[in-house]
């Protein structure tokens, strides 16, 4: 089992940034491939970010190509990812997710573990 706890959310104005943390415990995090998705009220969950178990391979949505950064710290079990050139469009819950294949941590049906969200709020 793995316990994922997102921090980092808050309210922020067109432009600002903002860093997410996601701290896992429960398992051994170095060999798991780590990712974040959002989510708007009434539509699905979007992928945002993906970092391979070593750190060496990254993936992200078009969307936020260029203005957020995925890295990871394993000695602190730690996924982060840095959000600049916020957009009001990129208002959302954000939720970090965890799994052992990194060609499941771009869907959000076969993503395995998942944190409980944080909210991150850009206003215009």
Same mark, same amino acid.
Request: hydrophobic content about 35%; aromatic content about 10%.
């Given at each position: 089992?793995?316990?994922?706890? +997102? ?36 539509? +699905?969950? +979007? ?78």
């Amino acid at each position: 089992q793995v316990q994922l706890i +997102e921090s980092g959310g808050g309210l922020v104005q067109a432009g600002d940034s903002l860093r997410l943390s996601c701290v896992a415990s429960g398992r051994t995090f170095s060999t798991d491939a780590m990712g974040w998705f959002r989510q708007v009220p009434g539509k +699905e969950r +979007e992928f945002v970010a993906a970092i391979s178990s070593s750190g060496g391979r990254t993936n992200y949505a078009d969307s936020v190509k260029g203005r957020f950064t995925i890295s990871r710290d394993s000695a602190r079990r730690m996924v982060a990812l840095q959000m600049n050139s916020l957009k009001p469009e990129d208002t959302a819950v954000y939720f970090c997710v965890s799994d052992s294949a990194y060609s499941r941590i771009f869907s959000s049906s076969s993503a395995r573990f998942w944190g409980q969200g944080t909210q991150v709020t850009v206003s215009s």
